[in-house]
């Protein structure tokens, strides 16, 4: 008799067992089944599907579901995906797919999202819907928002790429400042700028020749690689992403905050009284921006890098009433002029400057002027500044580090965020907004359920 049972003998015998009785009781995807609602994805996607033609097709809540699995455990591939199903009883359980049911080949979500939902809007419909459910159980205050940046590494080789010229793009705020820029110079007495012909300015960029649509990003203390940004959106409330967004990586930061703000505004009805921003947001548009909501907003001061042995700008000190600057040793430089980029420059008087003793710290100009400039909307930047020193602002943005940046970390520790798993725009946008629709499912269902 053998002093050891291998128990191998076990491995052919038949068991009658229930499914259910499978599923640990506490298993994430219970909660998730439990107080996540899906039934929206029907109706959803029905303008996808045809009724009276074709083979029956598979159910799409199981193939959602299916996908949602794969971004709520961090699973890579939709090949890997379809493996872990067959072996795993709680996703089975999740998907309503019996023990000897075959699971749906990796395929089928292959080809409905290169086809069946290409160029549609249906991943973003789900995360919306997902943050309305987060309202319904009042998760979400829509009052102080935070809002930062994260890069995805493309699917591409850095060292596989073409120089191409392209067009720069025209910011949206453009007409907005000519305006202003044409008003201040009647305020000043100065003669209206004609319009000049319109010249296209050109940037030289490298393109990928593995996912042409990716950005290269070229920032200080970061390696350079072709990537995509994840502009995210989190509530104060109880940290619920309230948007996702995908550019390329080659575009700044505050491009397109400020449309992605308004979607925000007008999707949910949110009331926004705050926010909080890291300092690639501090710019004038942004701003000015802000101010024309009344939202008080919190920037991360940007370290500003003066010519060596030079005054810094702080040193000059900026008299409202006066609408001059006073120079270090006490000597004022006047308004002279507004340009076109939408700058006041402030002259100072050669005559004066060439016999003062700070000179050399001053100024290494050939006719021993000081020009300071001031934007036209330069009062709103400082109006940031004065509320990030504010005790309200200091706490704000002590919040930021602890929400969206949070955030981030979750998608990129425990959801496979890190790299894009597809090539193209389109395919990091449906990774980024699955991504976080299930965070939200998450936070939600495990939220509820502490909450009995």
Excluded at 51 to 70: C, H, Q, T, Y
Excluded at 147 to 161: G, V, Y
Aim: charged share 30%; glycine share 4%.
């Amino acid at each position: 008799m053998s002093l050891f049972h291998t128990r191998k003998h076990m491995q052919n015998e038949m068991e009658f067992v229930c499914l259910e009785d499978l599923v640990p009781q506490d298993h994430l995807l219970r909660k998730i089944d439990k107080y996540i609602d899906f039934s929206f994805i029907i109706e959803k996607v029905k303008p996808y599907y045809c009724e009276d033609n074709g083979r029956p097709s598979l159910d799409p809540l199981i193939l959602f579901k299916m996908m949602f699995v794969g971004y709520f455990f961090g699973i890579r591939s939709e090949r890997q995906l379809e493996k872990e199903i067959q072996t795993n009883n709680a996703y089975r359980w999740f998907l309503g797919l019996k023990l000897t049911e075959p699971v749906p080949h990796h395929s089928t979500i292959s080809w409905n999202r290169r086809t069946r939902f290409k160029d549609t809007e249906i991943f973003q419909e789900i995360f919306d819907e997902i943050v309305l459910q987060a309202m319904n159980h009042r998760m979400v205050g829509g009052r102080v928002l935070f809002t930062d940046s994260t890069h995805l590494k493309a699917n591409a080789n850095k060292h596989k790429f073409s120089r191409e010229e392209v067009e720069v793009e025209t910011r949206d705020y453009v007409e907005e400042l000519n305006q202003a820029i044409q008003e201040d110079r009647k305020q000043n007495g100065k003669k209206v700028l004609r319009d000049r012909e319109e010249v296209k300015q050109v940037k030289t960029i490298r393109k990928s020749k593995t996912d042409p649509e990716s950005g290269f990003m070229s920032r200080d203390h970061k390696q350079e690689m072709f990537c995509y940004l994840d502009h995210r959106t989190t509530d104060m409330k109880y940290n619920i992403i309230t948007d996702a967004y995908v550019t390329p990586g080659n575009v700044h930061d505050s491009v397109p905050y400020l449309k992605r703000l308004d979607r925000q505004i007008k999707r949910f009805d949110f009331i926004v009284e705050a926010v909080a921003l890291d300092s690639g947001y501090l710019t004038n548009p942004i701003c000015k921006g802000l101010a024309d909501r009344n939202i008080f907003g919190v920037i991360a001061h940007r370290r500003y890098h003066p010519t060596k042995g030079l005054f810094p700008k702080w040193k000059f000190r900026y008299d409202e009433d006066r609408d001059s600057y006073t120079c270090p040793n006490g000597e004022e430089l006047p308004y002279k002029t507004t340009t076109r980029e939408g700058y006041r420059e402030f002259k100072s008087d050669p005559k004066k400057c060439i016999s003062c003793p700070l000179l050399k710290q001053c100024t290494r100009s050939n006719n021993h002027q000081k020009v300071v400039t001031r934007h036209v909307w330069e009062e709103h930047k400082e109006h940031v500044r004065l509320n990030r020193l504010s005790v309200s602002g200091k706490k704000l943005y002590k919040f930021r580090k602890e929400k969206v940046e949070r955030s981030f970390a979750d998608s990129k520790e425990l959801h496979g965020l890190r790299y894009c798993r597809l090539r193209g725009l389109q395919n990091a946008g449906e990774q980024v907004l699955l991504t976080a629709a299930c965070q939200n499912m998450k936070k939600i269902a495990i939220y509820l359920s502490k909450q009995g």
